[in-house]
């Protein structure tokens, strides 16, 4: 056991090397309106535009998702590394209380909460998952695609912190 512990310690080390933009995804339906951080999102294909995205099946998140099957993901800009901590659970605000309806509007597609002042946004709708070990991969298909902000800085996360990246490429 030993082993596996220090593999799953390095896994995490390497890759906490990569950088990623942060996302919060959000949802709304009969159980409510919830958000959450991650940086496990990743694109599969353009025909049809798809992505995928993996949650911890303890995460309160992982069933409402299963349940909703609709959602927005939200590309954060770099003044919003708040509302990251805020979605992650790293705030004393309670998971039913984190996403407030002063920080959203609905999205146009499938009216799903889509954050004030992020960089883009996509409505999608879970068409598969796939439980692997303690987390489950969520298969999502792309329905609308809005871009408002292109050239605002991204909130991106390496080496367990948050960084500003500039549309020039350059890190703040």
Known sequence: MVKDRNLQQLFRNFFAQAAS???????SGTLGSYAITMTSVTPVTDTPPSLLFCINQQSKMHDILLQHKLLCINILNDQQANLANR??????????????ESLYTQSTHFNQPQLKDAI?????RVVEHKEIGTHTVFFVEIKNIEIPSPTNNVLAYFRRNYHSISSSGNKK
């Open 21 to 27: 933009s942060v996302f919060s995804i959000t949802t």
């Open 87 to 100: 979605f992650a659970g790293l705030t004393e605000v309670e998971f039913e209380n984190r996403l407030t």
């Open 120 to 124: 883009a946004y996509l409505d999608a």
